[in-house]
């Protein structure tokens, strides 16, 4: 199973949600993107299921993670020029699934944000390098995230209690765009952001801050998907799959 090929991005895009399951997720996977969309005037947000409490490298005390790791997203959200970044509570790093709890909370997200396009990770698993892309929260919230776009956000008779209680409306996306899945085939050249691409990363300290040789390594990375989808020598590139959602 794989997708089917990337529609054409629609051309008037105001808002997009970016929901991800942990900080640095986006950093990692798409923040070159997005910085050039904030530069182009769209409105972005993040909405980060888990606070990444399962993460880090060294003997910080466990209840300090979650603290130390959204302080860093938000840190990363403004060098990319991000200014909404939102976190759900009750999920915890590494245990997520999707659930119709979440699905709810996300479509609760999408009626408050109203975005035409949103931004999440794969839900489809890649065979081909088990680990990063496909931890099993990156597919869960890929998976609820699609649920949410279709049918939850748009359907008045879904979660009625957000109508009902909170006034949240139907609200349709009309595009979502996966990370991290097999053979993204829509290229972003993101040669031009990536120094903030960068910089978002390196406010991830409990993440990377132990990793000797990290600028080439993202460099090398993001060089090789630029040359292997036919950007020029020297180009940097992010990849994704674009499905029409109307
Ligand atoms: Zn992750």
Not at 70 to 89: N, P, S, T
Request: with cysteine; proline share 7%; aromatic share 8%.
């Amino acid at each position: 199973m794989s997708f089917a090929p990337s529609a054409a991005p629609l051309p008037d895009v105001e808002r997009v949600l970016c929901v991800f399951a942990h900080p640095d997720d986006i950093d990692f996977g798409c923040a070159g993107t997005v910085a050039r969309w904030v530069d182009e005037g769209i409105e972005a947000g993040y909405l980060l299921v888990t606070r990444g409490d399962a993460g880090g490298f060294d003997e910080t005390p466990r209840e300090r993670m979650p603290v130390i790791r959204e302080a860093e997203q938000r840190a990363a959200a403004a060098a990319i020029g991000v200014k909404q970044v939102e976190f759900l509570d009750g999920y915890a790093d590494g245990t997520v699934t999707a659930t119709l709890g979440l699905r709810r909370d996300i479509t609760a997200a999408i009626r408050r944000f109203r975005p035409d396009r949103i931004l999440t990770a794969s839900p489809l698993r890649r065979w081909d390098r088990l680990a990063g892309p496909s931890h099993p929260d990156h597919l869960a919230v890929g998976e609820a995230t699609t649920c949410a776009v279709y049918p939850d956000s748009r359907n008045p008779f879904a979660f009625p209690e957000l109508l009902r209680d909170h006034g949240l409306q139907p609200w349709r996306v009309r595009e979502i765009w996966f990370s991290g899945g097999p053979d993204p085939d829509h290229v972003v050249d993101i040669t031009d952001t990536f120094d903030r691409k960068l910089a978002a990363l390196r406010a991830h300290v409990s993440q990377v801050g132990h990793l000797d040789g990290f600028d080439t390594m993202l460099r090398d990375r993001h060089g090789v998907l630029a040359r292997t989808r036919g950007l020029p020598d020297g180009r940097l590139a992010e990849a994704f799959t674009i499905v029409r959602t109307e």
